[in-house]
């Protein structure tokens, strides 16, 4: 029972696996054929896999993994039962079938085991260590079996799924293929834990031995068969042969593994030699602490500082120099920094320490990665590469990881391999061209899309290894593409040339590189190593590339400023109170900030001091914190940014730091300094001479140096250290602040008392007591001039008796204007910057000095003359009584909720051409009631475009301009009436002004339209009986006046017309249709052409004014359409007064347009005839008819008759003048009356049309 309880899996989970096991199989004691399966072998096979999938992965345990190492399940049965199919047996599919169910069993045995401490629980705990070391013991057994080739064979269990062609495969051949390359992966992926000890010999699970073993056992043909077939054969595979190759390849170093044997073994030669140097300096300076056998007996010693103070120091170390005592002192202090938590390692976890592979995987690596660039590299990583752009369900987030490291390693191997054949003096031709063809797949512009992606994603999420592979490959491409450029091929300089002008275009890179060395905090020292390394080979290039391309052309997006669009619909100008709010918010935005693209040509001076900061220089300066581990090429590395920084940008004060100084000291003269026999140690040595030699020399020149020695140094204080003088910036125009406005109509003590509320709830009461001040001392010099005045009045006027002095005296005097002087520069910022303070002083009634320039924070704000002392004085109670009594507002609200910002102002359009100084032109039409000055609130009240909000459509265009006709005619008396027709200007300007009072007055009619009273409603309201009164009086007027051009009475609608005869009229009034003669055709023709005669106008007759008595008349005459109205008599005089004119005004049309005929019910009355009903019926249906005239209409034939008579009776003369005319067409003869046009129940002249 207690062995039950201390047992770390479940009894009885235990002894079904042991059962299972043990009916698997086995050896016999009496045959020594070897392992014998049992006879159910395959069905035991499946249950193992049933109970490692349902028990172990459903619940997320261990335990049957644990058992099944415990039993060595591996390792004394599936191995042994693989090796009974032999290699050459191909017909047995039963052994087949028995080798992939161990294969089923053995993949999940050894998938790598993740530890995540979320999901974690007692069961990993216990079992990890122990599963950790039973999946070394797999590896072991597997790569070092003997019996039979375990890795071949499980390439031959997918051969058969691997021949059938993509299209033909199904889901399990699928499978099939996947197990085994996921067998394979996990064998390649099983490493030694960190904190676990193998017992067993390590060379056994080595890179070398796992090297060796896919070498004997052609695993490498399999991966080169699958990754040069990759998209036509493969798919989805592609990830994981690339797991396969990184877990291969990791961190072996590609510079020696194409180098030859000799040249190898010198390199180890010169890397013992180094070591052994490094170890001899080590005891060296050891040695000098080094006990003796005298420091038994101890040491004390006491030191005197320089306050006179007494420290105790032991050890007899002490005794050496006031360093080490100095040293001993530091280190015995007691402060201690707060601890902090543990941050997760930064180094990436999955590379392991660096690996050495001897002689005979080096060899057979170097094989492999030849074979692989030559044939495999394109296809394999141009596959990976677009699983990864378009996410793929099967790529996994740390494939990303391994693609950009993979790249980066075989560029590199690349290079080597190039290196390596011109050092050995071959043929460089196939390596020209074809080399740099065989990596083409990862120089394209699709890769670099996905390079600045990537780059640009892990650097905002903070992935930190994600980012430093991506830096690693941005090298890598680098370097391999200046190669290119330096290639004696022409083809290959091309390519790269355009390669680099690709990669230094967008500006985004250089940003994007120029961030991530600038923020490198402590992301451990891969990290920094790679961003070194990748701002080093940037800059390096593009200074080179910059150099021989003097007009590289570089795309920056940055902000800037432009004036909000003005061109809006017309339905956008007005709105609902709502819109015109959420406006009013943003009035103030009229310049808006947006990125724009724009090409601008490099200048890589421009480009460095982007590498200037101090956070670029403690990046480098970490760096080299390393100096004793770092190699030649990473100290050549810190050394040219040092340098260049100091000399060749001459920021040299960015050093000027004492940790900086202190650590270049101690590479040269310090305890531990860098070594001697390094290459890289003369330049350091002479570069530390020389910048100490600056620091001392500007100590010198600049003595606050000594206090920024302590300081990190910003941009502006190493400008000023550096040239003893700030940086003189140029800014551009600044805006004043934006203008506010009241949301509420209040009277002025209120808004000033709103005001001041809102600088008290600001704290700026600085700024209401220096305008009390100033108002105070305008008002005290406007009053002593004031009185001045009066007593110079008074004198003047008991004096002087002449006539010149009492014109003087007469004559009224404006006092001078007073100052407004800001007592600080904060003042002076606010007065321009401070919308409020800006809004208070424009209440006072202060003005801008020269109020039609713009604005600029000089500008001078003065007190007008045409403010009274008094005035002034009642501002100044105003702003003490809401200084003392705040206002208070309902709900919450405070004192800045009652302010908005004020729209921005339209330009106005140019409705007319008249003189500015006309007080009745342009400015009394468009006077909206706002705050202009000249504006007497009788205007149109509505902004131009209407007051509908609505958006502008094809219609609100303007209509096209009319084709003016213009008549010539032949009057008697020639030049006489030429001279006559020439009219002054006073006469053009007298019409004018007349035509632009008719508009305003008509404007001011429809106004009503925005503004409703409320007392309309009420049907007893006085203006609302008069309003009625004006309707009928002009209905009246109007149907007299259609009476009379139809020659009827006013009595009633049977009176027979003047000049109709009496049997006309009675066989008018008849059913009877009568033919029209070719005389009244003619007549009728003749009719029509005096009626177009007088509707067609030129510009001289558009000017003709009427008065007021007679518009109503002629608005009245034109409506009824007729020409042959003109010269009917009227028996009373506002008959007479209400004659037509010759012209037709544009808004007598309109009105014409939207009036409807108020006769049409007494029309159907008195008409009998069928054809006179059909007329009146198809006008009020609306119904649209061209100018045809109906042949035998008796209407139209009795019009016709009586307007030809009146017309012979009255304008005989005009008739005689239009005879003349020789420049109108010849009209054919028509009927004088033209069926009218109706639109919706809207009679319409065919002449307005025209």
């Known amino acids: 029972m207690e062995d039950e309880l201390n047992d770390t899996v479940h009894p009885q989970v235990r002894a079904h696996i042991t059962s299972l096991v043990s009916a698997l199989g086995g050896y016999s004691l009496d045959d020594d054929e070897g392992y014998k399966l049992g006879d159910d072998a395959l069905e035991v096979l499946r249950d193992l896999k049933k109970w490692i999938r349902f028990y172990d992965e459903k619940t997320n345990r261990m335990d049957v993994a644990r058992c099944l190492a415990e039993a060595n399940l591996v390792g004394s049965d599936l191995l042994h039962i693989l090796a009974t199919w032999p290699p050459n047996d191909n017909s047995s599919k039963y052994k087949a079938r028995i080798a992939l169910a161990c294969f089923e069993v053995m993949v999940p045995l050894t998938w790598p085991i993740e530890k995540d401490r979320e999901t974690m629980t007692v069961n990993h705990h216990r079992h990890l260590p122990v599963l950790q070391l039973a999946q070394l013991g797999y590896k072991r057994a597997i790569i070092n079996f003997d019996a039979a080739p375990i890795l071949s064979t499980a390439v031959r269990v997918a051969l058969p799924s691997m021949a059938i062609p993509i299209g033909d495969r199904s889901g399990r051949d699928q499978g099939i293929i996947k197990l085994v390359l996921y ?228 560029l590199e191997a690349e290079r080597m391999r190039r290196k390596a054949k011109n050092d050995s003096k071959k043929s460089s031709d196939e390596g020209g061209v074809g080399s740099f063809n065989l990596v083409a797949e990862v120089l394209n512009q699709e890769m670099f899309i996905t390079l600045n992606r990537a780059l640009d994603r892990a650097y905002g999420d903070k992935d930190w290894r994600l980012l430093t592979t991506v830096m690693r490959c941005f090298t890598q491409i680098l370097l391999t593409v200046q190669e290119m450029f330096a290639s004696d091929n022409e083809e290959n300089e091309e390519i790269a040339d355009n390669i680099l002008s690709r990669l230094f275009y967008e500006e985004t890179t250089h940003d994007a590189i120029a961030n991530i060395v600038r923020s490198y905090k402590d992301q451990g020292f891969e990290y920094l190593d790679a961003c070194t390394e990748l701002t080093h080979t940037f800059v390096r290039i593009l200074e080179a590339y910059s150099k021989q391309n003097v007009d590289l052309q570089v795309r920056s997006r940055k902000r800037r400023r432009r004036r909000k669009k003005a061109a809006k619909a017309a339905g956008d100008d007005g709105g609902d109170e709502d819109q015109g709010d959420a406006e009013d918010d943003s009035a103030d935005d009229e310049r808006q900030a947006e990125k724009t693209s724009q090409e601008r040509k490099f200048d890589f001076k421009r480009f460095s001091m982007r590498f200037v900061p101090q956070g670029v220089v403690d990046t480098f300066v970490t760096f080299t914190k390393y100096y004793r581990d770092l190699d030649d090429s990473q100290l050549k590395r810190a050394h040219r940014y040092f340098f260049k920084l100091a000399f060749k940008q001459d920021m040299s004060v960015m050093l000027f730091r004492l940790d900086i100084i202190h650590l270049f000291y101690n590479m040269i003269k310090g305890p531990e300094p860098l070594d001697k026999n390094s290459s890289m140690f003369k330049e350091w040595e002479e570069l530390v001479k020389q910048i100490l030699r600056k620091c001392i020399k500007k100590l010198d020149e600049r003595p606050a140096l000594f206090t920024e020695l302590l300081f990190s140094k910003i941009n502006s204080t190493a400008h000023y250290l550096e040239y003893g003088h700030e940086k003189q910036t140029i800014s551009s125009n600044p805006r004043p602040a934006a203008e506010l406005e009241f949301k509420r109509e209040v009277d002025r003590e209120r808004q000033i008392a709103i005001v001041v509320g809102v600088l008290i709830d600001r704290n700026q009461t600085d700024h209401l007591q220096w305008i009390k001040k100033q108002l105070s001392e305008a008002e005290s010099e406007r009053r002593a001039w004031e009185n001045a005045e009066k007593a110079l009045a008074t004198e003047k006027a008991d004096g002087e008796t002449s006539e010149e002095g009492t014109t003087e005296t007469g004559t009224a005097k404006t006092p001078p204007h ?242 109709v005869g009496v049997e006309l009229w009675e066989e008018l009034l008849g059913a009877g249709v009568v033919d029209e003669s070719d005389d009244e055709e003619k007549e009728g023709g003749k009719g029509r052409r005096r009626g177009q005669k007088r509707k067609s106008v030129d510009d001289d007759d558009d000017d003709d004014a009427l008065s007021e008595d007679d518009e109503d008349g002629a608005t009245t005459e034109s409506e009824n359409g007729l020409s042959s109205a003109a010269g009917t008599p009227s028996p009373s005089g506002k008959e007479r007064r209400s004659r037509p004119v010759k012209r037709q005004r544009p808004i007598e049309k309109r009105k014409k347009a939207a009036e409807i005929s108020s006769d049409e019910d007494e029309d159907m009355d008195d008409a009998d005839d069928d054809n006179a009903m059909d007329f009146t019926q198809s006008s009020k249906d609306g119904a649209v008819t061209n100018d045809t005239p109906l042949s035998s209409s008796p209407g139209d034939q009795a019009a016709k008759t009586a307007a030809e008579k009146a017309s012979k009776g009255t304008n005989g003369e005009e008739d005689a003048d239009d005879d003349d005319d020789d420049d109108m067409p010849v009209v054919k003869a028509a009927a004088a009356r033209a069926r009218p046009r109706a639109r919706a129940g809207f009679i319409i002249e065919s002449s307005d049309e025209e």
Not at 228 to 251: A, P, Q, Y
Not at 377 to 387: E, G, I, Q, Y
Not at 919 to 946: C, K, M, V
């Open 183 to 410: 067998f394979l992966r996990n064998i390649a992926m099983i490493t030694p834990p960190p904190g676990i000890k193998y017992e067993g010999d390590e060379s056994q699970i080595s890179r070398s031995a796992l090297i060796d073993a896919f070498s004997f056992q052609d695993i490498f043909l399999t991966l080169l068969t699958l990754a040069s077939n990759m998209g036509e054969d493969f798919r989805t595979e592609d990830v994981i042969v690339m797991e396969i190759i990184f877990h291969l390849v990791k961190r072996v170093d590609s510079s020696k593994l194409f180098v030859s044997e000799k040249r190898l073994h010198k390199m180890k030669e010169d890397e013992l030699t180094a070591a052994m140097k490094k170890e001899a300096a080590m005891l060296r300076s050891y040695s000098k602490n080094a006990p003796t056998r005298h420091s038994r007996f101890g040491t004390m010693i006491w030191v005197k500082r320089e306050s006179g103070k007494l420290a105790t120091v032991s050890g007899q170390d002490a005794l050496l120099d006031a360093a080490t005592r100095e040293r001993k002192m530091d280190n015995s202090k007691s402060f201690r920094p707060p601890r902090r938590a543990r941050k997760e390692d930064m180094e990436p976890k999955d590379l392991g320490p660096p690996v050495s592979l001897d002689e005979r995987a080096r060899q057979q690596l170097q094989s492999f990665v030849s074979e692989f660039l030559d044939s495999s590299f394109n296809p394999l990583f141009s596959h990976v590469r677009k699983s990864i752009d378009r996410e793929a369900p099967h790529v996994l987030p740390s494939h990303s990881s391994q693609f950009f490291y993979l790249v980066a390693w075989f």
């Open 818 to 1059: 007073a100052t407004m002087r800001p007592d600080n520069d904060a003042r002076h910022t606010a007065i321009f910057k401070n919308p409020h303070l800006r809004l208070l002083m424009k209440l006072a009634g202060l003005e801008r000095l020269a109020p039609s320039l713009d604005e600029t924070p000089d500008s001078i704000w003065v007190v007008p003359g045409t403010i009274t002392a008094d005035a002034l004085k009642e501002t100044v109670s105003f702003i003490n009584q809401a200084e003392f009594a705040p206002p208070t507002f309902e709900d919450g609200e405070l004192a800045e909720d009652q302010l908005r910002r004020k729209p921005v102002a339209r330009k106005r359009a140019a409705y007319d051409d008249g003189d500015e100084g006309d007080d009745d032109g342009i400015n009394d039409l468009i006077n909206d009631g706002s705050e202009e000055e000249d504006d007497d609130g009788t205007g149109i009240l509505f902004p131009a475009g209407g007051p509908t909000a609505r958006k502008r459509t094809a219609e609100d265009a303007p209509p096209p301009p009319k084709r003016k006709q213009r008549r010539l005619r032949r009057r008697k008396g020639g030049d006489e009436d030429d001279a006559a027709a020439v009219e002054t200007d006073a006469q053009l300007e007298a019409r004018a002004r007349a035509r632009r009072k008719k508009e305003l007055e008509r404007a001011r009619k429809i106004k009503s339209a925005m503004y409703v009273d409320l007392r309309e409603d009420d049907s007893d309201w006085e203006g609302n009986r008069e309003a009625d009164r004006e309707f009928f009086a002009r209905e009246r007027e109007r149907q007299a006046a259609k009476d009379a051009s139809f020659g009827l009475s006013s009595g009633g609608g049977s009176s027979r017309p003047s000049g």
